[in-house]
């Protein structure tokens, strides 16, 4: 089956660019999501295929996805952006796949 | 984009069953794919199954396969997910999920229902 694999933790200091990766076999021919869930909240889509950002998100969100890695980049992180991130897609059996979750803590 | 509300969570004796129900209101419900998407306290995402739109699609997760069934009645803009022989593994939220299509990202989020199976 699928895997993606994503850091369990990043840490960024305030102002700064955050990065979390998102690891899988050839992700880079696959679309992928990412969403938001901040502590005791339900998850909120932050990128939808690869790059594209929902109404309502935050320019300083951006996405990447090429070969084996996604890349989620937060520019000038700021304290509202703490909060676990998931990747998703779909695999070939049309089942959906969530990385394990990355905690960014902005300090 | 709409409202999602979850029911029928509680807990609930392993190898019984649990029929979980979705309201959804504010969107064309039958324009859209829907999923139901769990999370174990404190723990991660994952997806458990996805309907299409006409109901004639559904793909399950191979850890509920055989168990869960998911279905939808598009004249009262209901999702619902039936799960069986209920283990102490299914212990967890559960989210039903609007797709913005057909296995596409999920842009609408219901606020959950928590599902635990303990003796």
């Known amino acids: 089956s699928y895997e993606l694999t994503q850091p369990l933790s990043v840490s960024v200091a305030l102002g700064q660019t955050a990065r979390i990766t998102c690891g899988g076999n050839n992700i880079g021919s696959k679309s992928v999501h990412w969403y938001q869930q901040k502590s005791g909240q339900v998850p909120v889509l932050v990128i939808y295929?690869?790059?594209n950002r929902p109404s309502g998100i935050p320019e300083r969100f951006s996405g990447s996805n090429s070969g084996n890695t996604a890349t989620l980049t937060i520019s000038r992180a700021q304290v509202e952006d703490e909060a676990d991130y998931y990747c998703q897609v779909w695999d070939s059996s049309a089942r959906g796949v969530f990385g394990g979750g990355t905690k960014l803590t902005v300090l | 984009e709409g409202h999602l509300v979850e029911s029928g969570g509680g807990l609930v004796r392993p190898g019984r069953s649990l029929r979980l129900s979705c309201a959804a209101s504010g969107f064309t419900f039958d324009d859209h794919a829907m999923h139901w998407v769990r999370q174990a306290p404190g723990k991660g995402l994952e997806w458990v199954s996805g309907i299409s739109w006409n109901s004639g699609r559904a793909d399950y997760a191979d850890s509920v396969k055989g168990r869960f069934n998911i279905s939808r009645d598009n004249s009262k803009n209901f999702l619902y997910l039936q799960m069986n022989n209920l283990t102490t593994e299914d212990t967890a939220f559960y989210y039903c999920?609007?797709?913005?299509?057909?296995?596409?990202?999920?842009?609408?989020w219901g606020q959950g229902t928590l599902v635990t199976v303990s003796s």
């Open positions: 999920a609007k797709d913005s299509g057909l296995w596409q990202q999920l842009v609408l």
């Open positions: 295929r690869d790059f």
